[in-house]
C-alpha cells in the first residue's frame, strides 16, 4: 500500500453494519482492512466488497490508479491475543480504528438470571476486545498523522435513555449483557481520549441506531434501517477533521446524553 494511502482496520466487517462501513470508507478513497474472525467468509466479503465497489466507480480518486479498490481481508478475532498481535505485526501503518465487533448474548435474561459467565462473555467481546485491539494498534496509531478510533456502541448503553421515562429503551427488559457492555464500552471510551488527547488521537462512541441485520434479526418488531444507515455515523467520525470531537457518544442526530 502506498504510504500516503489512508489506512483504516474495520473489526467484525465481513457482514452487517461492519461491512457498510467498510464499503463507505472504500469509497472515500480509503485503503481498508476488513476484519473478521473466519479467513473464507473474510476473503469472500473482501473480494464482494471490491466488486461492488468497482462496478458503481464509488472507490474515490483510487478508480482512476488501480484496477480494483484497495479492499483486504485480515483475521482478526478480538477475544484471541495471537491474531490480534499477529494483526497488528502485519501492518506498518494505521490511521483508523474502528472497533465494530460485538455480540448480543442471550436475549430475555434479566440480571437476576444471568450466569456469570454469559456477563463475561459478551464482555470479552464488546469491552476487553475493544481494549486488546486497541492497545495492540496504538503504535501505530499513533505514528499517523490524523488518527481516528470509533467505537461502535449502542443506544442501549445510555443510562439516561434507560432512567428516563419517557425514553422508549426505559421500557425496556432488563439486562445484564449487552447494555452494561456498552455502557461500560462509553466509559472506556471517555478514558481513551483522556490518555490519547495529547497525542491528537481523536476517540468517539458511536451509536448506530436498530438496522436490518443478523444481529436484529431475533428482535420481536420490525426494523427498516439499512446496515448503510447505522454506518454512516461511524464513517462521519472515522474521517472527523482535525478540529473534531474527542470522547463523544454520537447518532445520527448528534450528542447521546450518557
Not at 472515500?28 to 466479503?45: N, W
Not at 459467565?117 to 490524523?146: C, D, H, K, Q, Y
Not at 426494523?223 to 454512516?232: C, E, F, L, N
Request: aromatic share 4%; net charge negative.
Amino acid at each position: 500500500m502506498a504510504e500516503t494511502t489512508t489506512v483504516a482496520l474495520v473489526t467484525g466487517a465481513n457482514k452487517g453494519i461492519g461491512y457498510a462501513v467498510a464499503a463507505g470508507l472504500a469509497a472515500r478513497g480509503l485503503t481498508v482492512l476488513l476484519g473478521s474472525r473466519d479467513r473464507a467468509r473474510g476473503e469472500q466479503a473482501a473480494a464482494r466488497l471490491r466488486a461492488e465497489l468497482t462496478a458503481t466507480g464509488t472507490n474515490g480518486d483510487r478508480q482512476a490508479r488501480a484496477a480494483e479498490p484497495e479492499v483486504r481481508a485480515i483475521v482478526l478475532d478480538v477475544t484471541d491475543p495471537a491474531t490480534i498481535e499477529a494483526a497488528a505485526a502485519s501492518l506498518d501503518r494505521l490511521d483508523v480504528l474502528v472497533n465494530n465487533a460485538g455480540i448480543a448474548g442471550p436475549i430475555g435474561l434479566t440480571p437476576g438470571g444471568t450466569p456469570a459467565a454469559v456477563m463475561r462473555e459478551v464482555f470479552e467481546t464488546n469491552v476487553i476486545g475493544v481494549l486488546m485491539v486497541t492497545n495492540a494498534l496504538l503504535p501505530l496509531l499513533r505514528r499517523s498523522p490524523a488518527p481516528r478510533v470509533v467505537n461502535v456502541s449502542s443506544g442501549v448503553g445510555s443510562l439516561h435513555h434507560h432512567t428516563d421515562p419517557a425514553h422508549y429503551l426505559s421500557a425496556l427488559p432488563a439486562s445484564a449483557t449487552y447494555p452494561p457492555s456498552k455502557t461500560a464500552l462509553n466509559s472506556l471510551t471517555v478514558q481513551y481520549a483522556k490518555e490519547l488527547r495529547e497525542d491528537g488521537i481523536l476517540v468517539n462512541a458511536a451509536a448506530p441506531g436498530a438496522c436490518a441485520t443478523d444481529f436484529t434479526k431475533d428482535l420481536p418488531f420490525p426494523i427498516t434501517r439499512t446496515a448503510a444507515d447505522g454506518a454512516a455515523v461511524i464513517i462521519e467520525l472515522a474521517t472527523l477533521g482535525p478540529d473534531g470531537p474527542t470522547g463523544g457518544f454520537f447518532d445520527e442526530h448528534g450528542p447521546v446524553p450518557w
